[in-house]
Structures are given as structure tokens and as C-alpha cells.
């Protein structure tokens, strides 16, 4: 194959799968919008319970003197319905995020299910077909750094390789470094407890 058609393969495979990728961005969007609106709601909802703990003695202490103490019941009351009622509130909030972060995964599904898609996974290999791994070997044959698809399959397959180590050796200088924190925190305390028991 020349490289114009590798080319033409590659986008029209690209093309296929660019479905699913906009399926899974969107996925990744609502998961990322439901975290941070569990996080935000959660954060409201201890607010307002604490709030309401403390607020509503103070409420009725303060509005006894004023209406009197089956008044400043009532007083109590709306605050405890207001705090259920914030608490419901979280729940359905985050009820509706879940069932949104639901649909983007069955889009994903019906995406990938797709005659289209499977019959274009048919004739290439499973481990590269994605919108993003199609692009990079499009990449590849576009700057000559392989000039066949098989070639640029071994570029990517190593790529790959390569940044998978660098996750490792990464992962593991995080450990050394906690390793070595550690280390350092309970020769110290060592230290400590030997001056302490001399005396």
C-alpha cells in the first residue's frame, strides 16, 4: 500500500470509531460533573445539618421570650422539616447525576454495538482500534516515522511499551520516597524513645 492509502485506511477507521470516542468523552464528563456534585452537595447538605444543630436552639431560645414556647416549637419544627428537606434534596441531586453518568455508559454501549464499528474491527486489530490510537499511527505514516501499517503498529505497540514503564518506575519512586519518609519519621522516634528511657 502506498502511503496515501494507508492514510485513506486510517481515516476511514478513525472515522468509525470517532462515535464511540465522542460516547466515551461524554461518559468521562458526566462521571467527572457527578464527583464534583456529590462533593458539592455533600459539602452543603453537612453544612446546613450542622447549621441547623446549632441554629435552631438558638432560634428558640431566642424566639421564646418574644412568642412564647409553643410558637418557638413550631420554630424548631421548621427547621428540623428544612434540614429533612435538604437531605432529600442531596439524595435526588445526586439520584439525577448517577442516572446521567447511566446514559453515557448505555451511549457508549449502543455506540460500540453499532454494525458500522463491528464491521470495521473486523479487519484490524483490537488493541489499536480507538479514535486516538488510529490518530496517533495517522500521525506516524503522515511525519514518515513508518512507512507501513505494520510498521507503525510496532511504533505504537512500543510507545505503548515504553510509557507503561515509565508509569512503573514512576510508581515505584513514589514508594522508595514513602519508603524512605517513613523510614526517616521512625528513626526519629527511635531516637526519641531511647534519650526518654535513659533518663
Known amino acids: 500500500m502506498t502511503k496515501e492509502e494507508i492514510l485513506t485506511y486510517l481515516f476511514a477507521k478513525r472515522d468509525l470509531t470517532a462515535g464511540v470516542q465522542d460516547a466515551r468523552h461524554n461518559a468521562y464528563e458526566a462521571q467527572q460533573a457527578f464527583e464534583a456534585k456529590a462533593k458539592s452537595l455533600k459539602r452543603q447538605t453537612i453544612l446546613i445539618v450542622v447549621g441547623g444543630f446549632f441554629l435552631t436552639p438558638v432560634v428558640a431560645s431566642a424566639v421564646v421570650p418574644i412568642v412564647g414556647p409553643s410558637l418557638a416549637g413550631i420554630v424548631a419544627v421548621a427547621c428540623w422539616v428544612g434540614l429533612i428537606y435538604a ?27 453499532e454494525q458500522a464499528y463491528i ?25 514518515n516515522r513508518a512507512t507501513s501499517l505494520q510498521e507503525a503498529f510496532n511504533v505504537a505497540e512500543t510507545q505503548d511499551f515504553q510509557n507503561d514503564q515509565l508509569s512503573l518506575q514512576q510508581e515505584n519512586l513514589a514508594v522508595s520516597q514513602s519508603t524512605n519518609k517513613m523510614s526517616a519519621i521512625s528513626a526519629a522516634a527511635n531516637v526519641f524513645t531511647a534519650l526518654n528511657t535513659r533518663k
Open 87 to 113: 437531605i432529600i434534596l442531596y439524595f435526588q441531586k445526586k439520584k439525577v447525576a448517577a442516572q446521567d453518568v447511566e446514559q453515557a455508559n448505555e451511549k457508549i454501549a449502543q455506540a460500540m454495538s
Open 119 to 143: 464491521d470495521g474491527k473486523a479487519d484490524f486489530p483490537d488493541k489499536f482500534y480507538s479514535f486516538w490510537t488510529i490518530d496517533r499511527l495517522i500521525h506516524l505514516i503522515n511525519e
